[in-house]
T-cell receptor, first 111, second 111 residues
Framework: NAGVTQTPKFQVLKTGQSMTLQCAQDMNHEYMSWYRQDPGMGLRLIHY???????DQGEVPNGYNVSRSTTEDFPLRLLSAAPSQTSVYFC??????????FGPGTRLLVL | SQQGEEDPQALSIQEGENATMNCSYK?????LQWYRQNSGRGLVHLILIRSNEREKHSGRLRVTLDTSKKSSSLLITASRAADTASYFC???????????FGQGTRLTINP
């Protein structure tokens, strides 16, 4: 199993550009989540999903959209990038209530 | 915010000593989990303790949970240089279907 994969590993955007961070898992997990981590900080939940077709907002959802059309994929869309969205983004999945598995992260720099 | 709090924010000890980190949370939980992160990489799951458990062991790790005080602690015994990392607690709140992380404790083991 590849586990949780994320692409790209690193991205530079200009203010106002849009992009999609990809996340996929091959463990048939119901739950998937997106977090952002700023330097020296913990993880803050952006959006999460408890199954295909079901998504909900986390602590810091503004400026981000998600969709969950399949169990495997959970892309995160930045609608109009801002410097405040410079961060490391982690995707994670888990089989309902239980251990969460993380992807390697995407480092995003917005100029 | 439902985010838990960790204490201390940073801890520096000598190799061979024990390290204790604490986590407090706010409402009823299904379980509480501890994760480790090395240098901004993805988080790795260490241990999960359910709300009806009071103590759990895994190798040199010991986790306790006090639901009456809404707190947990992680003890690492006989620390090694390789234990240098950031440690995060994550709470799985009842009815919330999401995992919320604390700010983390940055542990440094000095040789």
């Amino acid at each position: 199993n590849a586990g949780v994969t994320q692409t790209p590993k690193f991205q530079v955007l200009k203010t106002g550009q849009s992009m999609t961070l990809q996340c996929a898992q091959d463990m048939n997990h119901e739950y998937m989540s997106w977090y952002r981590q700023d330097p020296g900080m913990g993880l803050r939940l952006i959006h999460y999903s408890v199954g295909a077709g079901i998504t909900d907002q986390g602590e810091v959802p503004n400026g981000y959209n998600v969709s969950r059309s399949t169990t495997e994929d959970f892309p995160l869309r930045l609608l109009s990038a801002a410097p405040s969205q410079t961060s490391v983004y982690f995707c994670a999945s888990r089989p309902g209530v239980g251990t969460q598995y993380f992807g390697p992260g995407t480092r995003l720099l917005v100029l | 915010s439902q985010q838990g709090e960790e204490d201390p924010q940073a801890l520096s000890i000598q190799e061979g000593e024990n390290a204790t980190m604490n986590c407090s949370y706010k409402t009823s939980i299904n379980n509480l989990q501890w994760y480790r992160q090395n240098s901004g990489r993805g988080l790795v799951h260490l241990i999960l303790i359910r709300s009806n458990e009071r103590e759990k062991h895994s190798g040199r790790l010991r986790v306790t949970l006090d639901t009456s005080k809404k707190s947990s602690s992680l003890l690492i015994t006989a620390s090694r240089a390789a234990d240098t990392a950031s440690y995060f607690c994550a709470t799985d709140y009842q009815g919330a279907q999401k995992l919320v992380f604390g700010q983390g404790t940055r542990l440094t083991i000095n040789p």
